[in-house]
């Protein structure tokens, strides 16, 4: 096959030179109005065609590269005595996957958990493209699957205005959870 990026012959969809010279990943903070931490891999443009394929059979296999190279990278890197469990974000499965749980499962370490199936909203409105006043006047509604663990990460595809993920916060919060931090692919905001 040929690389998407690059276009000479790979036996992955985005060849490894394609993988070390355009997709490495620098991480970058952010604080929702609750005080939240969010940290990101990537500016939105920098991956951007990419990401347009997360509803196609394609995004399979470009979420697991992205995921291996930021998410799994930084559950690596990251040594806490303190154990976690990751949630993502709405983790339902469309087109015969679901992009989020991706993200989430690369976390796995000896000192984070993924928990799938935990998280998941109510309304099937869709936030893409809608404004910072329709997304906080349009709840995504989160359902949470009880689980003992208290200290969380919170995990999702993008950031734009933060609204879904100072709403999943606002309800672990009410269920005695601590979320530690959140982790996205890609921030809208960074330019």
């Known amino acids: 096959m040929k690389c998407l990026l690059c276009e000479n012959y790979s036996f992955s969809h985005i060849c490894k030179q394609c993988q070390e010279n ?11 109005q609750d005080g939240t931490i969010v940290y990101s891999f990537y500016k939105y443009s ?5 990401l347009f394929s997360k509803h196609t059979q394609l ?23 303190e154990k976690y469990r990751s949630l993502a974000i709405d983790d339902q499965i469309k087109n015969g996957y679901s992009h989020t749980a991706i993200l989430n499962n690369a ?11 935990a ?21 995504r509604d989160f359902q949470l699957k009880k689980f003992k663990q208290r200290d969380v990460i919170l995990v999702d595809d993008i950031i734009t205005t933060g609204t879904t993920l100072q ?3 606002s309800l ?20």
Not at 25 to 32: D, E, G, M, Q, V
Not at 120 to 139: D, I, N, Q
Not at 172 to 188: G, M, R, S
């Open 22 to 32: 355009l997709l490495q990943p620098s991480l970058h903070k952010r604080f929702l």
């Open 46 to 50: 920098e991956i951007a065609p990419l």
């Open 59 to 81: 995004g399979f296999y470009i979420y697991n590269i992205l995921a291996k190279l930021s998410f799994q990278k930084f559950a690596q890197e990251f040594h806490s005595r």
């Open 107 to 117: 976390l796995k370490t000896y000192n984070i958990k993924p928990l799938h199936a």
């Open 119 to 139: 998280l998941h909203a109510r309304s099937r409105l869709t936030y893409s493209g809608k404004s910072k006043l329709f997304r906080e006047t349009h709840p």
């Open 167 to 169: 709403e999943a916060t």
């Open 172 to 191: 672990l919060l009410q269920n005695n959870k601590e979320v530690a931090f959140c982790l996205t692919l890609c921030d809208v905001r960074l330019k």
